[in-house]
T-cell receptor, first 119, second 113 residues
Framework: GAVVSQHPSWVICKSGTSVKIECRSL??????MFWYRQFPKQSLMLMAT?????????EQGVEKDKFLINHASLTLSTLTVTSAHPEDSSFYIC???????????????FGPGTRLTVL | AQSVSQHNHHVILSEAASLELGCNYS??????LFWYVQYPGQHLQLLLK??????LVKGIKGFEAEFIKSKFSFNLRKPSVQWSDTAEYFC???????????FGTGTQLKVEL
């Protein structure tokens, strides 16, 4: 089945620094990847849609200059949290959309998530 | 606005009990619906999905869900739960042919021995 990995699985950083999180589709090419944020005991909130070779599409309320997304290849998208602050501490999850075909249109496969703690 | 709602936030069952978790959606046109499961300490895994056709969808681990268009519902069911089904279950939906998924708030299921 489709496998998505994330790196790192957890990161602790100081306030004001930037953190990069990688999302990779391991056994398929993903033209579209998604970044979510999950707060404790809450659901996933879509932050942005990452499109290979073009700019990401951000959801309302998400600062694009703070959460930089780069989808440089068909298997890699990165999320950089710039000038991180304690309120950015959260669980960040990426997903990759398997290329549409007759049996798997629109199915997203999720990575294991990255726990970010900003001190 | 597109939305997905789950009414049961916490469910506690004994092993072998039957399970039904509610999910309602609001979309104007065709809709794709999913159930994902998140076991403790693990990532989201796809249980089952509905795109079109037979409204009764069977997924992995004995789960099934029924798409009832008139009720805007996509409830998850399992006739006999096991302790290993303890997890959080998320219903998600998106417009047919589209990209974005909207997630429900999740239901925490605890199965007791």
């Amino acid at each position: 089945g489709a496998v998505v990995s994330q790196h790192p699985s957890w990161v602790i950083c100081k306030s004001g620094t930037s953190v990069k999180i990688e999302c990779r589709s391991l056994d398929f090419q993903a033209t579209t990847m998604f970044w979510y944020r999950q707060f404790p005991k809450q659901s996933l909130m879509l932050m942005a849609t990452s499109n290979e070779g073009s700019k990401a599409t951000y959801e309302q309320g998400v600062e694009k200059d703070k959460f930089l997304i780069n989808h440089a290849s068909l298997t890699l998208s990165t999320l950089t949290v710039t000038s991180a602050h304690p309120e950015d501490s959260s669980f960040y999850i990426c997903s990759a959309r398997e290329p549409p075909d007759w049996s798997s249109t629109d199915t997203q496969y999720f990575g294991p998530g990255t726990r970010l703690t900003v001190l | 606005a597109q939305s997905v709602s789950q009414h049961n936030h916490h469910v506690i069952l004994s092993e072998a009990a039957s399970l039904e978790l509610g999910c309602n959606y609001s979309y104007g046109g065709t809709v794709n619906l999913f159930w994902y499961v998140q076991y403790p300490g693990q990532h989201l895994q796809l249980l089952l999905k509905y795109f079109s056709g037979d409204p009764l969808v069977k997924g992995i681990k004995g789960f099934e869900a029924e798409f009832i268009k008139s009720k805007f519902s996509f409830n998850l069911r399992k006739p006999s739960v096991q302790w290993s089904d303890t997890a959080e279950y998320f219903c998600a939906g998106g417009p047919g042919g589209g990209n974005k998924l909207t997630f429900g708030t999740g239901t925490q299921l605890k199965v007791e021995l």
